[in-house]
C-alpha cells in the first residue's frame, strides 16, 4: 500500500477517489474524520490521505491523476481591457481606468 496524494481538503481527496474508483484502481482515503483532533496533533498528520491498495497499482494511479488535472480547464484569473489594455483581476467586471465592460 503506496501514499498517492495528501490534501488539506477532503473533498479534493474524495474526488480523486472517485476517480480511481471509477478506473477500477483499489485505493482508500485515510484521516477522513481526523479534523476533530485539530489542536491536539500536528495538522500536518491530520490531512486526509489518498492510498493506492496494491503497490502494482501506483504507477498507473499516478499516471491516471496527473493526466486527469492536466486536462482539467483552468480558470482565468486575469482579464485585459479591450479599449485601453488595462489587466484586471477576475472579480472586476469592468475597467477601473475607462469603466469599459468586460468582453
Known sequence: ?????????????????????????????????????GGEVPFVEVFPELWVLQDKDFERAQTFLKDWEEA?????????????????QKEFTSCWKCNQGRI
Open 1 to 37: 500500500m503506496k501514499k498517492l496524494y495528501v490534501s488539506q481538503s477532503l473533498i479534493d481527496v474524495e474526488s480523486r477517489k472517485e476517480l480511481l474508483d471509477q478506473a477500477e484502481i483499489p485505493c482508500m482515503v485515510k484521516n477522513q474524520r481526523s479534523a476533530m483532533l
Open 72 to 88: 482539467r480547464p483552468r480558470e482565468n484569473t486575469i482579464w485585459t481591457c479591450s479599449k485601453c489594455g488595462e489587466i484586471h
